[in-house]
């Protein structure tokens, strides 16, 4: 079958010349349908780059990107954003929410542009803030919430249209480490019920957390394996 995301030969350089940074080295990778995976990494090695890849807001230098099977490496930027609001879902470090806005307002905000009626759009946000557990906070604007809980806000946005991918990167980097915990556990929760989770960051106990580990250093995969449960290398 073919796998969700399906990377060949990955390039990605910047300022090509005299100071070019090679960010993405010739990377391959797939991830199916379902999995849960880190890419892990110390800072500079490329994970932004190569979330801003997978999540078709840039385009490489060179090589391919098959999401869901489309060849997605060479398209315009109007067919990238097209590809963008269906498939994936986005979960940014600064949780990125409007401070004047209410919790379900913010949620419903993207699905606004997307043209889902106004009926649909309340429905969508009351149950992706009820997976987040935050049903009890739905009015609450986000100077009321804690970090934890506008980070659950913001994951409740990026679930509410249903992607099939949920891309999240250093999603507890702005969090103490009880609502890094609780992140951790609305990500998990949403890989037990079956969707995909790619997360990026370069904490050690959250990649201790997921099933399978991408680690990244100067732009290489430098491992690729599952977590605990066998320890075999992940063939790509
Ligand atoms: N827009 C850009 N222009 C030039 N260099 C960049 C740009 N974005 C990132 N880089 C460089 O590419 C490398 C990888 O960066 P990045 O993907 O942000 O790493 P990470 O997210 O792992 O910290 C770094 O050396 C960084 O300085
Ligand atoms: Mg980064």
């Known amino acids: 079958m073919e796998p969700l995301i399906r990377v060949r030969d990955l390039c990605k350089v910047y300022n090509p010349g005299e100071n070019e940074v090679r960010a993405l080295d ?56 097209d590809v963008r609001n269906v498939e994936i879902g986005f979960i940014f470090q600064g949780f990125n929410l409007i401070p004047n806005l209410t919790a379900k307002e913010n949620v419903e905000l993207p699905l606004i542009y997307r043209g889902v009626s106004k009926k649909e759009r309340e ?16 009015d609450h604007k986000p100077s009321e919430m804690s970090g934890g809980q506008q980070q659950r806000v913001a994951i409740a946005r990026a679930i509410a249209a249903r992607p099939p991918v949920i891309l999240a990167d250093e999603p507890t980097g702005n969090l103490d480490s009880r609502s890094t915990q609780e992140i951790m556990e609305v990500l998990k929760e949403l890989h037990r019920s079956g969707r995909t989770v790619i997360l990026i960051t370069h904490d050690d106990e959250i990649a201790a957390q997921v099933n399978r580990v991408i680690r990244i250093k100067d732009g290489k995969v430098e491992a690729d394996f599952m977590n605990k449960q066998t320890g075999e290398k992940y063939n790509a």
């Open 26 to 81: 010739h990377v391959d990778l797939s991830i199916d349908k379902g999995e849960l995976v880190g890419i892990i990494g110390h800072s500079g090695s490329g994970k932004s780059t190569l979330m801003n890849m997978l999540g078709c807001l840039d385009v490489p230098t060179s090589g391919n990107y098959y999401l869901n099977g489309k060849d997605v490496s060479n398209m315009t930027d109007d067919e990238l954003s």
């Open 123 to 138: 429905d969508l946000a009351v149950e992706s803030l009820k997976a987040v557990g935050l049903e009890h906070r739905m």
